[in-house]
């Protein structure tokens, strides 16, 4: 019985107890860094990263400032070529704050703060708000006149300079080539310039009224492949009309039934759809309203110029003209579809404000995006306008009165309407930042 219970004791003590024999790198991790069984094992001697991802749209962003602070003092690392980062070392149960910075970008989130739980936290991702400068229309000087600042909002720097008024700037990514309309030589027409306002050039000279420029892109199918389009007054009605970035090879897009007003022309693939789509706004089944409906015609490549626009439009979608809203007593316009494809940006103007909301091409799922009052303390709505998609389409910007006083542009969040920031500030209205698709 005595050799049985001093065997008993020795097999007690060779397994151990509490922390005997511990050789722990992380949290119940082996010693070459891996989690093994049995999480928490050790845990008051492990240590755990954070780690995450910083982008510029869908692209990786090296050399971005990464900050932690919380339980140590603060501590700083940069993004790798990949856009990665990471911090390790990090105490279990402790709170932390990582903070990205850059000259060139805002992020979102702003900040994200983590409390480690026995676990590796691997989810901290940063993207910009917008990827790259924005163009927009100011009166501050005293008319209208075309501006550029950078992704943060800053170096606001004024690139057209005639006592005219000039309009409706539209941002070529693909070219790095601004589209605008002017009444500079008398009547509005279209014409094109560089970034820095630089190479000015004039496309359109017709007696009618040609104005809100937009881009078709070089991956447009025939015959709209990296085309100018554009609203006209040629024919006697507002039409949509294209041209090449040249100002050649001008050629009627749409031929209306019965009413006035075809207007901001938009164009992008809809996967959705499985095919390039048109979107435009129009008063074809309002006339005589002044109202108009958000409309988008399908596989585009496919149809005979000039597109007949009826004044009957059907909202199925097997129909090449399809009705998205149908509100004869509302004004909805200024459509601008996605980068991507999946949604339509469009401005709703109701009898007492106007909102931004966003849609699928389904229809079935739309969301006012900006349903606000002023933030003044008056009560009254803001009057919010002007969409327009950042180059990767996670934000929206748009021109709004709800600080009181003058228009001013704001970026908000695609899918929510989360307000981002402010990006200007100043006297005179500041509206229409930089049309893309």
């Given at each position: 019985?005595?050799v049985?219970l001093?065997?008993?004791?020795?097999?007690l003590?060779?397994?151990?107890?509490g922390?005997?024999?511990?050789?722990?790198?992380?949290?119940?991790?082996s010693?070459d860094g891996?989690q093994?069984?049995g999480?928490?094992f050790?845990?008051?001697h492990?240590?755990?990263?954070?780690?995450g991802?910083v982008k510029n749209?869908d692209?990786?962003?090296?050399?971005?400032?990464?900050?932690?602070t919380?339980?140590?003092?603060?501590?700083?690392?940069t993004s790798d070529?990949?856009?990665?980062?990471?911090f390790?070392?990090?105490?279990?149960?402790?709170?932390?704050?990582v903070t990205?910075?850059?000259?060139?970008f805002d992020?979102?989130p702003?900040?994200?703060t983590?409390?480690i739980?026995s676990?590796?936290i691997?989810?901290?991702d940063?993207?910009t708000?917008?990827q790259?400068?924005?163009i927009?229309?100011?009166s501050?000087d005293g008319n209208?006149?075309?501006?550029?600042?950078?992704?943060?909002?800053?170096?606001?720097?004024?690139l057209?300079?005639d006592p005219?008024?000039?309009?409706?700037?539209s941002l070529?990514?693909?070219?790095?080539?601004?589209?605008f309309s002017?009444k500079r030589?008398?009547?509005?027409?279209i014409y094109r310039?560089?970034?820095?306002?630089t190479?000015?050039?004039r496309?359109?000279n017709d007696?009618?009224?040609?104005?809100a420029?937009s881009?078709?892109?070089?991956?447009a199918p025939?015959?709209?492949?990296?085309?100018?389009?554009?609203?006209?007054?040629?024919?006697?009605?507002?039409?949509?009309?294209?041209?090449?970035?040249?100002?050649?090879d001008?050629q009627?897009?749409?031929?209306?039934?019965?009413?006035?007003?075809t207007?901001?022309?938009?164009?992008?693939?809809a996967?959705?759809?499985?095919?390039?789509?048109?979107?435009v706004?129009s008063?074809a089944?309002?006339?005589?309203?002044m109202n108009?409906?958000i409309?988008y015609?399908?596989?585009?490549?496919?149809?005979?110029?000039?597109i007949p626009?009826?004044?009957?439009?059907?909202?199925k979608r097997k129909?090449v003209v399809?009705?998205m809203t149908?509100?004869p007593e509302?004004?909805e316009?200024?459509?601008r579809?996605?980068?991507?494809?999946?949604?339509?940006?469009?401005t709703?103007?109701a009898p007492n404000?106007?909102?931004?909301?966003r849609?699928?091409f389904?229809g079935?799922?739309t969301?006012n995006?900006t349903?606000s009052a002023?933030?003044?303390g008056?009560?009254f709505p803001?009057?919010d306008q002007?969409?327009?998609?950042?180059?990767?389409?996670?934000?929206?910007?748009?021109a709004?009165?709800?600080?009181?006083g003058?228009?001013?542009?704001?970026?908000?969040l695609?899918?929510?309407?989360?307000?981002l920031r402010?990006?200007?500030?100043?006297t005179?209205e500041?509206w229409?930042?930089?049309?893309?698709?």
């Amino acid at each position: 019985m005595r050799v049985f219970l001093i065997f008993l004791l020795f097999l007690l003590s060779s397994c151990g107890g509490g922390d005997r024999g511990l050789s722990v790198v992380g949290p119940g991790r082996s010693d070459d860094g891996n989690q093994s069984a049995g999480e928490g094992f050790g845990e008051k001697h492990a240590t755990y990263r954070i780690s995450g991802t910083v982008k510029n749209g869908d692209v990786p962003l090296p050399w971005v400032t990464v900050t932690l602070t919380g339980a140590l003092s603060s501590v700083v690392t940069t993004s790798d070529a990949s856009g990665n980062w990471s911090f390790d070392n990090l105490t279990n149960h402790s709170t932390y704050t990582v903070t990205p910075t850059s000259p060139d970008f805002d992020f979102y989130p702003l900040s994200e703060t983590k409390t480690i739980e026995s676990k590796d936290i691997k989810v901290v991702d940063f993207e910009t708000i917008l990827q790259n400068r924005v163009i927009f229309l100011s009166s501050r000087d005293g008319n209208s006149e075309i501006y550029s600042m950078n992704a943060k909002g800053e170096n606001q720097t004024r690139l057209t300079h005639d006592p005219s008024e000039d309009g409706d700037p539209s941002l070529s990514l693909d070219h790095g080539w601004i589209a605008f309309s002017s009444k500079r030589d008398g009547n509005f027409e279209i014409y094109r310039m560089n970034m820095d306002g630089t190479g000015l050039m004039r496309l359109t000279n017709d007696p009618g009224m040609d104005w809100a420029p937009s881009w078709s892109g070089a991956t447009a199918p025939h015959p709209f492949t990296d085309k100018v389009l554009f609203v006209s007054t040629r024919t006697g009605r507002h039409e949509i009309w294209m041209m090449s970035p040249d100002g050649t090879d001008q050629q009627q897009v749409t031929d209306t039934d019965e009413g006035l007003y075809t207007l901001y022309p938009s164009m992008a693939r809809a996967p959705s759809l499985d095919g390039w789509v048109l979107v435009v706004s129009s008063d074809a089944q309002s006339k005589g309203t002044m109202n108009e409906d958000i409309l988008y015609i399908k596989d585009v490549e496919d149809e005979d110029l000039p597109i007949p626009i009826p004044s009957k439009i059907k909202t199925k979608r097997k129909s090449v003209v399809v009705a998205m809203t149908r509100t004869p007593e509302i004004n909805e316009t200024e459509p601008r579809i996605s980068p991507n494809g999946r949604y339509i940006a469009y401005t709703r103007q109701a009898p007492n404000n106007t909102d931004i909301l966003r849609c699928t091409f389904s229809g079935r799922e739309t969301e006012n995006l900006t349903h606000s009052a002023k933030m003044d303390g008056s009560g009254f709505p803001a009057w919010d306008q002007t969409p327009s998609w950042s180059a990767f389409g996670n934000t929206i910007l748009f021109a709004s009165d709800r600080k009181g006083g003058s228009l001013q542009i704001f970026g908000m969040l695609a899918l929510t309407g989360e307000i981002l920031r402010t990006y200007t500030n100043s006297t005179g209205e500041n509206w229409w930042p930089s049309r893309r698709k």
